[in-house]
């Protein structure tokens, strides 16, 4: 006579965090896509009427960013809010549900930074739009990615303060710190851009100390991810 043994397994973090990301993952893209293709048809009408190139800095790599970002926002306060509630019931340890609510950022910023050079590399080849820009370079893509991650780390900063406190003006203050986050990253995006442009000087390295605001936030959100009540599902 035989047995047997049935082991079960909690599902891991990557499969836990994969599940329904095609459908946001295809959004993200359709968006950017459109976002570029209304630039592109603005520039080629210009091009068609004009008979030359707009005179525009070539702003697509920064739009698609900007796009990014905004779908890191949103999907920082639905994985800390939402998704940490419903990843509840697979019966999952709690550090394996912490790691699965950064799975979806981590694509976004992967094919968010896909997106970046891919518009970098055929840039050249689009001669109805401008050809100046001032993005191009292993620096400005790193400042993009510290941007995305101070955006993904804001969202989850205020929406764990809510779920761990439920409101008051606890929210308000993580608000405010969620803002000052963001806009570290990006007051190093404009300043080098800047710099780049020839409008200003290099950036004072004094700036680059605020960088331990947006990391500190980052730290304090795995704690507060990490820890803490789940509040049942209605």
């Given at each position: 006579?035989?047995?047997?043994?049935?082991?079960?397994?909690?599902?891991?973090?990557?499969?836990?965090?994969?599940?329904?990301?095609?459908?946001?993952?295809?959004?993200?893209?359709?968006?950017?896509?459109?976002?570029?293709?209304?630039?592109?048809?603005?520039?080629?009408?210009?091009?068609?009427?004009?008979?030359?190139?707009?005179?525009?800095?070539?702003?697509?790599?920064?739009?698609?960013?900007?796009?990014?970002?905004?779908?890191?926002?949103?999907?920082?306060?639905?994985?800390?809010?939402?998704?940490?509630?419903?990843?509840?019931?697979?019966?999952?340890?709690?550090?394996?549900?912490?790691?699965?609510?950064?799975?979806?950022?981590?694509?976004?910023?992967?094919?968010?930074?896909?997106?970046?050079?891919?518009?970098?590399?055929?840039?050249?080849?689009?001669?109805?739009?401008s050809t100046a820009t001032y993005t191009s370079g292993v620096d400005i893509w790193l400042i993009v990615v510290a941007v995305?991650?101070?955006?993904?780390?804001?969202?989850?900063?205020?929406?764990?303060?809510?779920?761990?406190?439920?409101?008051?003006?606890?929210?308000?203050?993580?608000?405010?710190v969620g803002a000052v986050t963001v806009a570290v990253p990006s007051v190093w995006l404009v300043l080098t851009l800047m710099?780049?442009?020839?409008?200003?000087?290099?950036?004072?390295?004094?700036?680059?100390?605020?960088?331990?605001?947006?990391?500190?936030?980052v730290i304090a959100n795995w704690r507060l991810t990490a820890t803490g009540r789940i509040r049942r599902l209605n």
């Amino acid at each position: 006579m035989s047995t047997t043994t049935t082991v079960s397994r909690a599902p891991s973090a990557w499969r836990l965090g994969t599940v329904n990301i095609k459908p946001a993952a295809i959004i993200c893209l359709a968006t950017v896509f459109a976002q570029f293709a209304l630039n592109a048809l603005i520039a080629g009408f210009f091009y068609v009427t004009r008979g030359r190139s707009s005179e525009n800095v070539y702003m697509a790599a920064l739009n698609s960013a900007l796009v990014m970002a905004i779908f890191l926002l949103v999907a920082g306060i639905n994985q800390t809010i939402s998704y940490i509630r419903a990843g509840a019931l697979s019966g999952a340890p709690r550090r394996t549900l912490a790691l699965s609510s950064y799975v979806i950022s981590v694509v976004f910023i992967a094919l968010g930074s896909v997106i970046w050079w891919l518009l970098i590399l055929i840039q050249p080849y689009l001669f109805f739009m401008s050809t100046a820009t001032y993005t191009s370079g292993v620096d400005i893509w790193l400042i993009v990615v510290a941007v995305w991650i101070a955006c993904d780390a804001a969202a989850r900063f205020g929406s764990n303060v809510f779920r761990h406190r439920g409101g008051g003006w606890e929210v308000a203050i993580a608000i405010i710190v969620g803002a000052v986050t963001v806009a570290v990253p990006s007051v190093w995006l404009v300043l080098t851009l800047m710099s780049k442009a020839g409008v200003a000087g290099p950036m004072h390295p004094s700036f680059w100390l605020m960088g331990i605001i947006p990391l500190v936030v980052v730290i304090a959100n795995w704690r507060l991810t990490a820890t803490g009540r789940i509040r049942r599902l209605n």
